[in-house]
């Protein structure tokens, strides 16, 4: 990336982690006129698009996101509940049942073990900041496709703190998204462990299990999560798609 694209994104990116869509969207949409293939800047406007209430505007940028990279989950996720949010309810099925498939039938490549020994007597505060930063940096390498590089900065970020629920539910992703589904089942289940209230953790394992053809395991998460948050609009639309599979 050129590097005054490099500098609108992360630009973009603080933004948008604070809220401030406004700002955000003026450095997307700079980078987007000069690299419009930039498919996760396609699906960060197609959220701000649906924050913003205007939702055809975010159904076109989540289509194009996906169209771009077919096995960007997030995106197709995001497009099934923006559909479903506009009442386009076969269409939402239609791509939430397709983004399942590509999990299914993704190619597992091998993932080089780079295991390295940690230098005893860390700082815990440091530890926490490094493990931050290989989070943020594994979650560029997966918002651009690079799920080997992805995983192994969440790896890094997990040995110095095994504990992250959030991180781990990254590493979960990334491996469904590699089609490594048990691997993806187990890092799912250990951030629920750690905390039995992180929804990502528990509508991803539903996702999984779903991709799999367990749509009564898939339903059981979804409730589980729904009970955590009952106003969670993504839980409801989820589990409306699994009941059509189980009658």
């Not at 791509?95 to 780079?114: C, L, R, S």
């Not at 590699?178 to 990502?200: D, L, T």
């Not at 299990?209 to 589980?224: D, P, V």
Request: net charge neutral; proline share 4%.
């Amino acid at each position: 990336m050129p590097p005054k694209l490099e500098e609108l994104y992360e630009q973009g990116m603080d933004a948008f982690n604070k809220n401030e869509y406004a700002i955000a969207e003026q450095a997307f949409l700079q980078i987007l006129s000069a690299k419009p293939d930039f498919a996760d800047v396609q699906n960060k406007m197609g959220i701000i698009y649906k924050q913003t209430n205007r939702i055809e505007l975010a159904v076109r940028a989540f289509e194009k996101a996906v169209e771009l990279n077919p096995r960007y989950t997030e995106a197709s996720l995001n497009l099934a509940v923006t559909l479903s949010d506009r009442g386009s309810y076969e269409k939402a099925r239609e791509v939430f049942e397709k983004a399942a498939q590509f999990t299914e039938k993704a190619a597992a490549a091998p993932v080089a073990d780079k295991t390295k020994s940690m230098k005893p007597a860390l700082d815990p505060f440091v530890k926490g900041k490094l493990a931050d930063e290989h989070r943020r940096v594994g979650k560029l390498y997966y918002d651009m496709g690079l799920l080997d590089e992805a995983i192994d900065e969440y790896q890094k970020a997990l040995r110095l703190a095994p504990t992250f629920a959030d991180i781990i539910t990254q590493l979960g992703i990334a491996l469904r998204d590699q089609g490594k589904h048990n691997e993806a089942i187990k890092e799912f289940n250990r951030a629920i462990e750690i905390n039995a209230n992180f929804i990502p953790a528990r509508l991803n394992l539903g996702i999984t299990y779903y991709s799999q053809g367990f749509y009564g395991l898939a339903e059981e998460e979804w409730r589980k999560a729904l009970k955590i948050n009952p106003d969670n609009a993504a839980i409801k639309t989820y589990l409306n798609f699994v009941r059509p599979q189980k009658s």
